[in-house]
């Protein structure tokens, strides 16, 4: 069955420091794509990233790092000198190709809340 | 584009009261989703629609209704409104099947429901 876990509930960091938020799914498709989203605290979900299954090159964007692993069925999100705009909820999600209408339904993990400090 | 809109941001109900939650998108999107998100926890899937007239059940969805009667509109409906159904709910598309399923799922602001 899929399943997401993001094993870390809430992070608190001061201003600078660097900061990654784990996530480990399952799934028995060889055909998926990983989200990440962000839910600041006007409660809004802001998309992040997006990754297949078949692409494991990791990305950066800004301060933004995604470490995507097949091996250890991880997609680790870093952000590197963080800043107090980064306080939020992330979520990381999973998204099976599978058949018929049930692709695209994106399963969430229960998210890490990220307290940036000044 | 106003993208994916949602009425009302706030409500607060009575057990045993109905609603309909009403949700829009003008981006021609032919996928629709209702996720309901507790305290603490992530979203999960209530219903979702593929297409105008085609509707199918996802993880949570006792206790709620839905049509897509037009491509634009996915209105939730809950019949007798019950305090496990206090949540914030959002609502999402997603464009055709065609670029299906590598793509993103645009979320609307959400509708804050309690249930008292």
């Known amino acids: 069955a899929q399943k997401v876990t993001q094993a870390q509930t809430e992070i608190s960091v001061v201003e600078k420091e660097d900061v990654t938020l784990d996530c480990v799914y399952e799934?028995?498709?060889?055909?998926?794509?990983l989200f990440w989203y962000k839910q600041p605290p006007s409660g809004e979900l802001v998309f992040l990233i997006r990754?297949?299954?078949?692409?494991?090159q990791n990305e950066i964007s800004g301060r933004y790092s995604w470490n995507f692993q097949k091996s250890t069925s991880s997609f680790n999100f870093t952000i590197t000198a963080s800043q107090v705009v980064d306080s939020a909820v992330y979520f990381c999600a999973l998204s099976e190709a599978g058949y018929g209408g049930s692709q695209g339904n994106l399963i969430f993990g229960k998210g890490t809340k990220l307290s940036v400090k000044p | 584009n106003a993208g994916v809109t949602q009425t009302p941001k706030f409500r607060i109900l009575k057990i045993g009261q109905s609603m309909t939650l009403q949700c829009a998108q003008d981006?021609?999107?032919?996928?629709m989703y209702w996720y309901r998100q507790d305290p603490g926890m992530g979203l999960k899937l209530i219903y979702y629609?593929?297409?105008?007239?085609?509707?199918d059940k996802g993880e949570v969805p006792n206790g709620y209704n839905v049509s897509r009667s037009t491509t634009e509109d996915f209105p939730l409906r809950l019949e007798l409104a019950a305090p496990s159904q206090t949540s914030v709910y959002f609502c999402a598309s997603s464009p055709s099947w065609i670029n299906f399923p590598d793509n993103e799922q645009f979320f609307g602001p959400g509708t804050r429901l309690t249930v008292l």
């Open positions: 629609s593929v297409g105008a007239g085609i509707t």
């Open positions: 799934t028995r498709d060889t055909t998926y794509y």
């Open positions: 990754r297949n299954s078949f692409d494991e």
């Open positions: 981006m021609n999107h032919n996928y």
